[in-house]
Each structure stands twice: as C-alpha cells, then as structure tokens.
C-alpha cells in the first residue's frame, strides 16, 4: 500500500516554553521536503559544531591532582543536593558530581563496560549539555578539563580543607 504524496497530514511542534503547540496541516510532499531540510539544517549544524581534534585534555591525573577524597567529594554532592533541592542545582554541583563519578569509574578496568562508566558518561553529558559544549567533545575528557579550570580558579580551598 503506497501513499500519495498529496494526501494531507497534521504537523504539531511542541517544543518547552511555547505557551501551545503549533499545528498545521501540510501535504506529504510538504513534510517530506520539510524533513529534508531539516535533515541539511542538522549536518551544517553538526558540520559547524565538530570541535577541534587538536583539543589537548588534561589527564586524571592532572585534573585531578588536588581534588579530595572520593568520599568527601561523594559526601559533598549528596549533602548539597539535599540542602539545594528546592533552588536547584548549579554548575558548581553538576561538575563536581560528574568528577567524581570520572574518578570512579576510573578506579574499573578500562576496557569493561561498567555501570560506573556509564553513569560517568551520562553525568558528564548533562555537563556538557548544561555547557553548551559540542557534542563530538570527549564529555569525561571535557569534565577533566573543566574540573581542573574550576579548581585552579578557586580563591580559597574550595573543599573546605585546612591550609595547614
């Protein structure tokens, strides 16, 4: 059974913050040359977003060089999501909380699939997203390199250690 391209279908775009979707009728012809489009708006975009392989990222060790325990860090993010619940959560938390499930899934065998490096990739991909950063980035990589900025830009011990 085969469709014809002049048969009339309902569009609905409903994207977050519209105050209602849009909705239009349109031919099949009309949608198809629409997906295309978008389809082409989506390389250019992809082909303007892929980031430079150049890119030189900071090891664990490196990035990680002055951050504290597992635990403590660990500690810090589950007692600020509970005391930030009803503000939400900034930069600051998704980053540290994201380092830290780097450095845990670390602790696994690299060439495992392990539950712990999949969390690490999830909550390295919201960082990434929360940034804006580009999707082609190594997202634990780019946690590396923003941990590492994060905590070289600190005033002040930023884990709440005893400088003596």
């Known amino acids: 059974m085969g469709f014809n391209s002049h048969d009339v279908v309902t569009l609905k775009l409903d994207c977050a913050g519209w105050h209602h979707p849009y909705v239009v009728d349109i031919t099949r012809m009309q949608l198809g040359e629409i997906l295309l489009k978008l389809d082409d ?24 060089a002055a951050a504290p325990s597992i635990t403590s860090e660990s500690d810090w993010a589950i007692r600020t999501a509970a005391e930030w ?40 991909t919201i960082l990434l997203d929360l940034d804006q950063a580009p999707r082609g980035y190594d997202a634990r990589a780019y946690v590396r390199q923003q941990y590492a900025q994060w905590a070289a830009d600190q005033p002040y011990d930023p884990w709440g250690n005893s400088n003596s």
């Open 41 to 64: 708006m989506a390389a250019d975009t992809d082909e303007q977003a892929t980031p430079d392989t150049a890119q030189t990222w900071p090891s664990p060790d490196e990035a990680y």
């Open 85 to 124: 619940a009803d503000e939400g959560l900034d930069r600051e938390w998704y980053l540290r909380h994201a380092a830290v499930l780097d450095r845990i899934a670390l602790r696994d065998d690299r060439d495992q699939r392990t539950a712990a490096a999949e969390d690490a990739d999830a909550a390295a």
